[in-house]
């Protein structure tokens, strides 16, 4: 339907597989206008991998290569766009993945496990039985699988929640999250922020742990030691910013 | 259900007005995902009216004063967050209203015309035999109803299409566009370009027009003639990126 040469291609395309995801019942309509905003962000950051978000996702595979239980963790959004990138980075990086819906209701619940399924993965969070609050704190948006994030060293959120981020953050697990706005409560609370869409982001992270798997440990302590989120956040911001002065 | 103090209380309801009008049936559901990216940029703007759009409104409004036959456009996000607004507008200013829906049904139609007949206003743009081709163009794009905006000379246009608004400043009329981003193809070619959420613009136009409808011709002349819309569009950009800094 949409032309290859559009030069909208690739958004449009994501914009489709936003839609299908809708009328297939497990996005909420919240995810569409949660897209939307994506959009925006993606647009001003001149749908690019900008230099700041290859050097945050250089950082997130180290830090998820030395994990003793890194878990990647999906929403609606995520599954829609990127899940066959998702699972193939789970692959290479040894990850579980956990679903955590911000609307969670059972079919949506019911309808990712099942496409999960259909690609040979089982993934955690589905099961209610499972759930634990993370530090007791008695909230939906404290929930982790026992045998996923409620154990996990580091995680990896996308287009998530800024108090789920906080939790996660609270709980003292590492947080690694994708996320378009430079200035969000999640970006700022991460660990390791990259400023990128994960459509891009992912397939990149698949690349550089591809790479950095091979390399000395010690290589990767240094390199993660001398990252400051707050110096690569505030890169990203000066790169929205000049690219909205082209 | 959304407490009146929540730090995001106003656009979480626009939220719930655009949720509403998808599930009534007249807003599609490349609109909701519009209405996220307008969040993103009203965000960014610091979702206050700006210096600069409060002179492009003042304009604008000097301009609908001054135009022998002017008509509001409106679309299904419009109607969605700002009928009632809009309607006091066009009163106040003896506009027409014309509808102009990017994904045009007759379901869609039917929905917002009866909508308005409810608040006892005919709108224009509802019966496809009015339909007449701007230029004789022949695109879905380039409809106007012959006793509206085919004959207008000033058409307000919101959250429009950059096509549409090419063809609009093409056929010579004067437009003024209410567009929260100042880069967009719609902002760069209107007239005059109110860089703003419709849901504060809307109802400050309306003051303004009280305010100016009693002011001489000639002052209205003048202050048109003075106005750079090239210059107040680099303003509002200006102003989004320092708000940025904050």
Redesign the interface.
């Given at each position: 339907m949409i032309p290859k040469n559009h030069p909208r291609y690739e958004s449009l395309i994501l914009?489709e597989k936003?839609?299908i995801a809708?009328k297939e019942g497990y996005l909420a309509?919240?995810g569409?206008?949660?897209?939307?905003?994506?959009?925006?962000?993606d647009?001003?950051i001149g749908e690019k991998t900008i230099e700041s978000a290859y050097k945050a996702i250089e950082i997130s595979i180290a830090t998820l290569i030395l994990a003793k239980n890194p878990v990647i963790s999906v929403n609606g959004n995520a599954v829609a766009i990127a899940i066959d990138e998702i699972i193939e980075l789970s692959k290479v990086l040894n990850c579980k993945i956990e679903l955590n819906l911000f609307y969670r209701t059972k079919k949506r619940v019911e309808i990712i496990e099942k496409i999960f399924k259909s690609k040979g993965i089982n993934i955690l969070g589905a099961n209610d039985n499972d759930l634990l609050f993370i530090n007791g704190i008695n909230s939906p948006r404290a929930t982790a699988d026992k045998n996923g994030i409620y154990d996990a060293d580091v995680v990896l959120v996308s287009l998530e929640d800024g108090d789920r981020a906080e939790i996660l953050v609270n709980s003292g697990k590492k947080v690694i999250a994708i996320d378009l706005?430079p200035?969000s409560r999640t970006a700022k609370m991460a660990n390791i922020t990259i400023v990128d869409n994960i459509i891009r982001a992912i397939p990149t992270m698949k690349e550089i742990a591809i790479d950095l798997k091979n390399k000395d440990k010690n290589y990767l302590k240094k390199i993660i030691n001398d990252f400051s989120n707050e110096e690569n956040l505030k890169k990203s911001?000066k790169a929205?910013?000049s690219n909205?002065n082209q």
């Open positions: 914009r936003i839609k809708y309509d919240s569409m206008i949660a897209h939307g905003r994506g959009e925006t962000f647009y001003l706005n200035l911001l929205i910013k909205m």
